[in-house]
């Protein structure tokens, strides 16, 4: 069973940084595409980036782009999102998804991990 568990979210300052962290449990991360997204109250459920199963690919959404860096660690079968710059728009409930292509509908989801950027 792909079991995914988001960690790393919390309260922070605009301007500031967070590290989220996706960690996979029951299979081997390196074969499968690992995407986060977010889900604002009130708001759909967006796409933030994604980064292939080698990790030779990543994509971002463009209010990301430039403050937002994926990585993955695929022998501790973890995947990172490092976030700078951050905004009070940037405030959700960011969760990892695992799929077999970036643009593939997303196999399993993790539990979600709030990320709240307020001064």
């Known amino acids: 069973q792909l079991q995914l568990v988001e960690s790393g979210g919390g309260l922070v300052q605009p301007g500031g940084s967070l590290r989220l962290s996706c960690t996979a449990s029951g299979f081997a991360l390196d074969y499968y595409a690992i995407g986060w997204f977010r889900q604002a109250p009130g708001k759909e459920r967006e796409g933030v980036s994604c980064i292939s199963g080698t990790g030779g690919s990543t994509n971002y959404a463009d209010s990301v782009k430039g403050r937002f860096t994926i990585s993955r660690d695929n022998a501790n079968n973890t995947v990172y999102l490092q976030m700078n710059s951050l905004k009070q728009e940037d405030t959700a409930v960011y969760y990892c998804?695992?799929?077999?292509?970036?643009?593939?509908?997303?196999?399993?989801w993790g539990q979600g991990t709030q990320v709240t950027v307020s001064s």
């Open positions: 998804a695992a799929s077999i292509r970036c643009s593939g509908a997303p196999r399993s």
